[in-house]
């Protein structure tokens, strides 16, 4: 089966760094994806990590670690537009599973 | 380019109905996955076509079904609709079955 944690809830200040944690247990492996998705809307693709390491694009980085079964995402600069549910999904050959999100709140 | 459709937006029904939700791929993907996001959870998945076979599915009961048609856009039929299956169906293609995979709008179905 599949296991993805990730928090619940997270708020921030507009201009600071957010790091979101992802952890993973799957019974196979081959990727990491991160998605962004405002209320009400589709999931929009943010990164796809495949190799160890930082993957770093515009305000938004993502790391991966599959010894640990641990990926983040970082945002930097946060603005307000920024708050939006962001989900770790990890794959297995075709098939993507989804934690069940982290609620980023940006404050003014 | 247009990016992943899907019809309708919305969908009202009555418990025991049977629903259909179409999905058209971008141009040139091949593959085509359904998800079904109930409300404060994860997109969890139902099935990939590409090429028009089913390459998997997932642990949802035999009321659900999909095809995939010779240009690439696909259905999903849901036969003796429950309230549980109230939910956003969500449809992403990718160009195959292992790549990158973008998502429509998707269509919000209210089962009464």
């Known amino acids: 089966g599949q296991n993805i944690d990730q928090p619940t809830e997270m708020t921030a200040t507009e201009g600071a760094i957010v790091q979101i944690n992802c952890t993973y247990q799957?019974?196979?492996?081959?990727?990491l994806f991160w998605y962004q998705q405002h209320a009400g809307e589709a999931p929009t693709f943010l990164s796809y990590?495949?190799?160890?390491g930082l993957e770093e694009k515009g305000r938004f980085s993502s790391f991966l670690s599959r010894s640990k079964g641990y990926s983040y995402l970082l945002l930097k600069e946060l603005q307000m537009k920024d708050s939006a549910s962001y989900l770790c999904?990890?794959?297995?050959?075709?098939?993507?599973?989804f934690g069940a999100g982290t609620t980023v709140t940006v404050r003014a | 380019d247009a990016g992943v459709t899907q019809s309708p937006t919305h969908l009202i029904k009555t418990r025991g109905q049977q629903v259909t939700l179409r999905c058209s791929p971008i141009?040139?993907?091949?593959?085509v996955s359904w998800y079904q996001q109930v409300l404060g959870q994860g997109p969890q998945f139902i099935f990939q076509?590409?090429?028009?076979?089913?390459?998997g599915r997932g642990n949802f009961p035999d009321r659900f079904s999909a095809r995939q048609f010779p240009n690439y856009s696909s259905e999903l039929n849901v036969n003796a609709l429950l309230l549980g299956d109230s939910a956003l169906y969500l449809c992403?293609?990718?160009?195959?079955?292992?790549?990158?995979?973008?998502f429509g709008a998707g269509t919000r179905l209210s089962v009464l």
């Open positions: 799957t019974s196979g492996f081959n990727g």
């Open positions: 141009s040139g993907h091949k593959s």
């Open positions: 999904a990890p794959k297995d050959d075709y098939k993507l599973s």
């Open positions: 992403a293609s990718s160009l195959g079955y292992r790549d990158i995979q973008y």
């Open positions: 076509y590409y090429e028009k076979e089913e390459r």
């Open positions: 990590n495949v190799l160890d």
